[in-house]
C-alpha cells in the first residue's frame, strides 16, 4: 500500500507539473528581454529580468484602460446576474405559480441549443435600439443564464419548507425570508455562480468583439489579439499581455476557492 501511495502521488505531481508548466513558462517568458524567447530551445529562466514589456503595455499599448475596462464589465455583470438569476433560482425551487414546472423543463430544453445561434439576432436586436458599442450592449448576454438559473433551484431545494413556513408564520414577508433567510443559506452558491459570471465575462473574447468597434472601450482578450497583430513577433510582450489577463481572475479564484468547491459540491447534488 504505500508503494502504491508513493506511486499515486507521483503521477499527481507528474500531472501538475504538466498542467502548470505552461503558466509558469509564461511569467518566465514575460520577464526576458526582447526577443530571448524566440531561439530554439527556448530557455526557461530569463538570462537578465526586465519589466519593459510591462512598462511598454501600460505606459504605450493602453493596458491600464483595457484592464479597467475588463474589471468594470466584469464586475458589472457579476451584480446583475446574481440580482435576477438567485431571485429567480429561488422563486422556481420555493414559490408555487401556474406552469412554474413547464415553464422549467423549457428551460432547462433550452441548454443544449448553442449560445452562438442567439448572436447575430442579439447583435441586430441591440444595433436597432442604438446599444452597439456600448458597455450596456456587452452587459446584456450576462444578466441571466440558464445554467445559473438551475444550479441556484437546485441548491434553493435544500432549504427546509419549515423553516420558510415559520417565518410567515412569526409574520415575516417574502422579502424579509429571502434577505434574512435564502441568501445566507444560499451563500455557498452564490459566491460559486458569481465566480463563473466573472470569469466569464472576463475571458469572453468573441461578444465583446462583436459589439464593441472603439477601440478604447475594449476588453483584454480584445485587445491582447489586436496587440498581438501588430506586435507578432515580440513574443514577450504578448507572454506580459497574457500575464496582466490572466493574473487577476487567478487570484480571485484562488481566494474564493473554498467557497467554490462547496457551492458546487454541495449545490450541483441537491433535489
Known amino acids: 500500500m504505500k508503494i502504491r501511495a508513493i506511486l499515486l502521488n507521483l503521477a499527481v505531481a507528474l500531472i501538475a507539473l504538466v498542467v502548470l508548466f505552461p503558466l509558469v ?30 512598462r511598454d503595455l501600460f505606459l504605450n499599448q493602453g493596458m491600464g484602460r483595457y484592464l479597467w475596462n475588463s474589471f468594470a464589465l466584469a464586475t458589472l455583470a457579476t451584480i446583475l446576474a446574481l440580482s435576477f438569476t438567485v431571485p429567480a433560482g429561488y422563486a422556481f425551487a420555493k414559490l408555487k405559480f401556474a ?25 441586430l436586436m441591440l444595433k436597432g435600439m ?41 409574520g415575516a414577508s417574502e422579502g424579509q425570508i429571502f434577505r434574512r433567510i435564502v441568501l445566507p443559506t444560499l451563500q455557498p452558491i452564490i459566491v460559486t455562480l458569481g465566480l463563473f459570471v ?51 481572475v487567478l487570484i480571485l479564484f484562488l481566494a474564493l476557492q473554498r467557497y467554490y468547491i462547496r457551492g458546487m459540491l454541495a449545490g450541483s447534488v441537491k433535489g
Open 25 to 54: 513558462w509564461m511569467v518566465s517568458v514575460s520577464f526576458m528581454a526582447t526577443g530571448e524567447a524566440a531561439v530554439f530551445p527556448p530557455p526557461l529562466l530569463p538570462s537578465h529580468w526586465t519589466l519593459e514589456h510591462y
Open 99 to 123: 406552469g412554474r414546472e413547464r415553464l422549467f423543463q423549457f428551460l432547462v430544453a433550452a441548454l443544449v441549443v448553442p449560445a452562438q445561434i442567439g448572436t447575430l439576432p442579439l447583435f
Open 130 to 170: 442604438g446599444l452597439v458599442n456600448t458597455y450596456a450592449g456587452a452587459l446584456v448576454p450576462w444578466l441571466a443564464s440558464i445554467f445559473g438559473l438551475f444550479l441556484v433551484r437546485q441548491y434553493a431545494l435544500s432549504i427546509p419548507d419549515e423553516m420558510l413556513e415559520a417565518a410567515r408564520i412569526d
Open 198 to 248: 466573472f470569469l466569464g465575462s472576463w475571458n469572453d473574447f468573441l461578444w465583446p468583439l462583436i459589439i464593441l468597434t472603439d477601440q478604447s472601450n475594449y476588453t483584454l482578450p480584445v485587445a491582447l489579439a489586436a496587440l498581438s497583430r501588430e506586435h507578432v513577433q515580440d513574443i514577450e510582450l504578448m507572454m506580459a499581455g497574457a500575464v496582466v489577463t490572466v493574473a487577476p
